[in-house]
């Protein structure tokens, strides 16, 4: 319940939460919403013998890159990753999920959120959340160039504090990549 209200649009009831009506011109961040799931098998462990943390970060990389994709319609490509912590082991006979969402969308770049959950392959136990990352993904042309996608309307709240919140990490990738390129050419 207190799920269903914090995604409540912004002055509207519960109803209407859940049948909100999204037209071909303005897309929210729901809209972008996917999950990607696979089980996890002998294949995917380190020498420890829990699964390879690249093994999680590649789903991750797939699950924002389809939802980059399917939001510009066409292909993009990931500019970059933040820190992504690994809060849990995945075991072999996990089942991952990975929810990605687009958060924020610029010029012809976008942010896009993934959440990564498990749970054993034969239990109904409730998911263990594994891993939290953004990545900035870009539309881009047969060239390869960037190019332009549509703006992004976050209706609810949840969606509105994640835009925000898009928009402060941006402006710190952007302030880091700046300070990095002066200070090359200082020095
Ligand atoms: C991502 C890429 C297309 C950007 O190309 P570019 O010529 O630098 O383009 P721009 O400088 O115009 O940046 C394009 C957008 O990306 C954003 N961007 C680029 N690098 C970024 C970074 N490190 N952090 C945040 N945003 C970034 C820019 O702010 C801009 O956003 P906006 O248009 O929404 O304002 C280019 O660097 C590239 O092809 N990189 C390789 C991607 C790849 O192959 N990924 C898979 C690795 S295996």
Known sequence: MADQL????????????????????????????LTLAHIMSAHDTNLLGTVHGGVIMKFVDDAAGTAAARYSGGPAVTASMDEMLFLAPVRVGDVVTVKAQVNWAGRTSMEVGCRV???????????????????VMVAVDGEGKPRGVRELQPRTREEQRRFREATIRREHRLARREAILRSREQG
């Open 117 to 135: 959950e498990t749970t054993r392959w034969d239990d109904l136990s409730d998911p263990v959340h594994v891993a939290t990352a953004y990545l």
């Open 6 to 33: 914090q995604e409540a649009p912004v002055g509207a009831g519960m109803v209407d939460a859940v049948n909100a009506p999204t037209d071909d011109f303005e897309t929210a961040p729901r809209d972008t919403r």
